[in-house]
């Protein structure tokens, strides 16, 4: 079983930044690849970006190309996301998942979930 535990969240306004975090428990971090989501209400949840298991290789939303940016740290357990010249629609509750061995903008293909941070951008 592997847990995860989003933080960094918060309010910002438009053109600002913020640095989500995603703390992972369980020793197969590295096993697999891991991704963000977000979910606006009202609407589904959205692929936002993707990492392979060693961080190698990565994948975005078109909507975020050149804005966000994923990591991760094995040694530490830890996926980030650093997300720039924020936009209001932008706004969301954003989700860490991870337990693909592939990567993947599929959430299905994702077992393990965070409970989410709520990102807040202001005109």
């Known amino acids: 079983q592997v847990q995860l535990v989003e933080s960094g969240g918060g309010s910002v306004q438009a053109g600002g930044s913020l640095r989500l975090s995603c703390a992972a428990s369980?020793?197969?971090?590295?096993?697999?690849?891991m991704g963000w989501f977000r979910q606006a209400p009202g609407k589904a949840r959205e692929f936002v970006a993707t990492?392979?298991?060693?961080?190698?290789?990565?994948d975005y939303a078109d909507s975020v190309k050149g804005r966000f940016y994923i990591s991760r740290d094995n040694a530490d357990n830890t996926l980030f996301l650093k997300m720039d010249s924020l936009r209001p629609e932008d706004t969301a509750v954003y989700y860490c998942?991870?337990?693909?061995?592939?990567?993947?903008?599929?959430?299905?293909?994702?077992?393990?979930w965070g409970q989410g941070t709520q990102v807040t951008v202001t005109s």
């Open positions: 990492i392979s298991r060693a961080g190698a290789n990565t």
């Open positions: 369980g020793r197969t971090f590295s096993s697999y690849a």
């Open positions: 998942a991870t337990g693909s061995t592939f990567l993947t903008s599929n959430p299905a293909d994702y077992p393990y």
